[in-house]
């Protein structure tokens, strides 16, 4: 079966400390993306990736880091640079060609304590 | 700055009946228009959307219209189904970022009584 996968689920850490999210697809999709969502708020766009070894900040991208050395993957790091790091976070692919609809996984919840 | 506002959190419904979830952008250069819906604990999957060239698509029990005057759109589910219950996003997209770029607004929560 072809899907996104998050890993963990649910994930816990200490203030201060790096952590990374991380994100595997296998539906041969080129460009990839990390959002954020906070209660009552939309999704807001971290970072995103149209091909490997290309990526672009989103609206919120200060704080957080990816890299996209292989097509299947797009793992996001949490730096202690991030205020406000407890959120559930998001990652989705979809086709290369724009406007195309994203497929979402199915999100980690990070809780920094 | 929202440029994509659903103004309403949430929605309650009665089965069979008809649900319409609002949606309002400012900016002109969105292009393409997207609906995500979303259970608790689970990533959005993928409704419906509509391009800035048309003013209705529709699938099935879903119709999305769009009023680029008014530069507002809106789903209709005819009829609700209680599984139709969880929480649903507008986005959209422009040519100013190749389209690659999503802006989603809050979403509605949908309660669809039995």
């Known amino acids: 079966d072809g899907g996104i996968t998050q890993s963990p689920k649910y994930l816990f850490r200490k203030e201060g400390q790096n952590v990374t999210l991380s994100c595997e697809q296998n539906?041969?999709?080129?460009?990839m993306y990390w959002y954020r969502q906070d209660p009552g708020q939309g999704l807001r766009l971290i970072y995103y990736?149209?091909?490997?070894?290309?990526?672009q900040k989103g609206d919120i991208a200060e704080g957080y880091s990816v890299s996209r050395e292989k097509k299947e993957s797009f793992p996001l790091t949490v730096t202690s640079a991030q205020k406000n790091p407890t959120a559930f976070y998001l990652c989705?692919?979809?086709?290369?060609?724009?406007?195309?609809?994203?497929?979402f996984g199915p999100g980690t919840r990070l809780t920094v304590l | 700055d929202q440029q994509v506002k659903q103004n309403s959190p949430s929605l309650s419904v009665q089965e069979g009946r008809i649900s319409i979830l609002n949606c309002d952008y400012t900016?002109?250069?969105?292009?393409?228009f997207l609906w995500y819906k979303k259970y608790p604990a689970e990533g959005p999957t993928f409704l419906i959307s509509i391009s800035s060239i048309k003013d209705k698509n529709e699938d099935g029990r879903f119709t999305v219209f769009l009023n680029k005057s008014a530069k507002h759109l809106s789903l209709h589910i005819v009829p609700s189904q209680p599984g139709d219950s969880a929480v649903y996003f507008c986005?959209?997209?422009?040519?100013?970022?190749?389209?690659?770029?999503?802006?989603f607004g809050a979403g509605t929560r949908l309660f669809v009584k039995a």
């Open positions: 989705a692919s979809s086709k290369g060609e724009p406007y195309n609809e994203q497929f």
């Open positions: 900016n002109s250069m969105f292009d393409y």
């Open positions: 986005a959209a997209r422009g040519i100013n970022t190749g389209g690659f770029k999503t802006i």
């Open positions: 539906l041969n999709h080129d460009a």
């Open positions: 990736s149209q091909i490997v070894n290309d990526f």
